[in-house]
C-alpha cells in the first residue's frame, strides 16, 4: 500500500464538505425505533484499477447525502441554526502544530458547510477567512486549491460525477504529495471534518420528535467510519501515530456504538452498462436505529471533537 496515493484531499475539502452537508433534525414522527427499507445504488468501476486508499476516502463520503437532500430534510424539519454547535473561529490561534492544524481545517470546513446550508452569510465570511489562513500555514496551493473547488461545486449534486473528480484530483496531486510529505495531513482532515458533520447531526436530533430518515443515514455512517480507521492506521508518520494511539481509543469506542445498529442488505442485482462500462449494484437495506443509539453516537463523538477543538 503507497501512502502517496491518498492524494491531497486538502486541496478540495471546501466543495466536498458541501458534499457532506450535514444530516441532522427533529420531526413530528415519535416513534423510538425505525426500521427503514430503501433501494440504493452504487456505482463502481473496475475496482482493481483504483488504489487502496483512494477507493478507502470514496467509501468514507459515499454514504453521505447530497446538499440537496440535506437542505429539504432540514427545511422540512424545521431545524434552527444553532452557532453554538460549531468550533469558534478565535480556537484558531490556539492551534500551531501540523496535526492540529490539519484537524481543524477540516472541523471548519464542516462548519462552513453548515454556515452555508443556513445562508448565514457574516459567518460563512469568518469562517472562510480563517480556514484561508490555515491553509496558508500548512502551506496548500491555493491556486490549484480553487480549481479543484469550482470543479467539484459545478458538480456538487452529481455523486458519481463527484467521485470521479476526486480521484483525479488525488492522481493530479501524486507528485506534490510525494515531495511534501503530506498524506497523513490529507486523512487527518479528512478525520477532522467528518467527526464535526457527525457531531453537528447528532446533537441536532430532537429527543422528543428525532427524525427517522435522518437516523437512519446517520446509522450508515458506521461504514465510513471503517474506512476511516483503515485510512487512519495506513499512515506511518511518527507524530501522527503517536496521536492516533491516543486517539484510536475513542474511535473504536465509537465503533462499538455504531455496531448496536443493526443494519441488514438484501440481495444484489448486478447491472452492466455496456457503452459507459459502469456497473450498478441494486440492493435493499433495512436498518433498525433507535434514539438511544444516535445520544450514544452523540457522546463519543463529543469526546473526540473536544480532544480536537481543545
Same mark, same amino acid.
Given at each position: 500500500?503507497?501512502?502517496?496515493?491518498?492524494?491531497?484531499?486538502?486541496?478540495?475539502?471546501?466543495?466536498?464538505?458541501?458534499?457532506? +452537508?450535514?444530516?441532522?433534525?427533529? #420531526?413530528?414522527?415519535?416513534?423510538?425505533?425505525?426500521?427503514?427499507?430503501?433501494?440504493?445504488?452504487?456505482? +463502481?468501476?473496475?475496482? #482493481?484499477? +483504483?488504489?487502496?486508499?483512494? $477507493?478507502?476516502?470514496?467509501?468514507?463520503? $459515499?454514504?453521505?447525502?447530497?446538499?440537496?437532500?440535506?437542505?429539504?430534510?432540514?427545511?422540512?424539519?424545521?431545524?434552527?441554526?444553532?452557532?453554538?454547535?460549531?468550533?469558534?473561529?478565535?480556537?484558531?490561534?490556539?492551534? #500551531?502544530?501540523?496535526?492540529?492544524?490539519?484537524? !481543524?481545517?477540516?472541523?471548519?470546513? %464542516?462548519?462552513?458547510?453548515?454556515?452555508?446550508?443556513?445562508? &448565514?452569510? &457574516?459567518?460563512?465570511?469568518?469562517?472562510?477567512?480563517?480556514?484561508?489562513?490555515?491553509?496558508?500555514?500548512?502551506?496548500?496551493?491555493?491556486?490549484?486549491?480553487?480549481?479543484?473547488?469550482?470543479?467539484?461545486?459545478?458538480?456538487?449534486? !452529481?455523486?458519481?460525477?463527484?467521485?470521479?473528480?476526486?480521484?483525479?484530483?488525488?492522481?493530479?496531486?501524486?507528485? $506534490?504529495?510525494?515531495?511534501?510529505?503530506?498524506?497523513?495531513?490529507?486523512?487527518?482532515?479528512?478525520?477532522?471534518?467528518?467527526?464535526?458533520?457527525?457531531?453537528?447531526?447528532?446533537?441536532?436530533?430532537?429527543?422528543?420528535?428525532?427524525?427517522?430518515?435522518?437516523?437512519?443515514?446517520? %446509522?450508515? &455512517?458506521?461504514?465510513?467510519?471503517?474506512?476511516?480507521?483503515?485510512?487512519?492506521?495506513?499512515?506511518?508518520?511518527?507524530?501522527?501515530?503517536?496521536?492516533? @494511539?491516543?486517539?484510536?481509543?475513542?474511535?473504536?469506542?465509537?465503533?462499538?456504538?455504531?455496531?448496536?445498529?443493526?443494519?441488514?442488505?438484501?440481495?444484489?442485482?448486478?447491472?452492466?452498462?455496456?457503452?459507459?462500462?459502469?456497473?450498478?449494484?441494486?440492493? @435493499?437495506?433495512?436498518?433498525? +436505529?433507535?434514539?438511544?443509539?444516535?445520544?450514544?453516537?452523540?457522546?463519543?463523538?463529543?469526546?473526540?471533537?473536544?480532544?480536537?477543538?481543545?
Amino acid at each position: 500500500m503507497t501512502h502517496s496515493r491518498i492524494k491531497n484531499y486538502s486541496l478540495i475539502f471546501i466543495a466536498i464538505f458541501s458534499f457532506l +452537508v450535514l444530516f441532522a433534525c427533529n #420531526s413530528s414522527n415519535k416513534n423510538e425505533e425505525t426500521s427503514n427499507t430503501e433501494n440504493e445504488e452504487l456505482l +463502481v468501476d473496475d475496482i #482493481s484499477d +483504483v488504489d487502496t486508499n483512494n $477507493y478507502k476516502i470514496e467509501k468514507i463520503f $459515499y454514504n453521505v447525502p447530497s446538499p440537496i437532500e440535506m437542505s429539504h430534510l432540514t427545511k422540512s424539519a424545521g431545524v434552527k441554526y444553532n452557532s453554538a454547535l460549531l468550533n469558534p473561529t478565535s480556537n484558531a490561534e490556539n492551534y #500551531s502544530t501540523t496535526i492540529n492544524l490539519a484537524l !481543524n481545517l477540516g472541523i471548519y470546513g %464542516a462548519d462552513l458547510s453548515y454556515c452555508r446550508l443556513y445562508d &448565514q452569510v &457574516q459567518q460563512s465570511i469568518d469562517y472562510l477567512s480563517v480556514i484561508r489562513t490555515i491553509i496558508e500555514e500548512l502551506k496548500i496551493p491555493q491556486e490549484t486549491a480553487s480549481r479543484s473547488i469550482n470543479k467539484l461545486e459545478n458538480n456538487v449534486n !452529481n455523486r458519481d460525477t463527484l467521485l470521479q473528480i476526486i480521484s483525479d484530483t488525488y492522481g493530479n496531486t501524486d507528485l $506534490y504529495l510525494k515531495e511534501n510529505d503530506r498524506e497523513s495531513t490529507a486523512a487527518l482532515i479528512i478525520f477532522g471534518g467528518w467527526i464535526e458533520a457527525l457531531y453537528i447531526s447528532t446533537s441536532m436530533l430532537d429527543s422528543n420528535n428525532p427524525n427517522h430518515e435522518i437516523m437512519s443515514r446517520i %446509522a450508515e &455512517q458506521k461504514y465510513s467510519l471503517d474506512n476511516l480507521i483503515k485510512l487512519l492506521s495506513s499512515l506511518n508518520d511518527k507524530r501522527t501515530k503517536a496521536f492516533l @494511539s491516543v486517539m484510536m481509543p475513542n474511535l473504536r469506542n465509537l465503533e462499538l456504538e455504531f455496531n448496536k445498529i443493526k443494519i441488514t442488505r438484501g440481495e444484489y442485482e448486478v447491472l452492466t452498462n455496456k457503452e459507459t462500462k459502469k456497473t450498478s449494484i441494486n440492493s @435493499s437495506t433495512k436498518i433498525v +436505529v433507535t434514539f438511544e443509539h444516535i445520544k450514544n453516537i452523540n457522546k463519543q463523538a463529543t469526546i473526540i471533537r473536544d480532544l480536537i477543538i481543545k
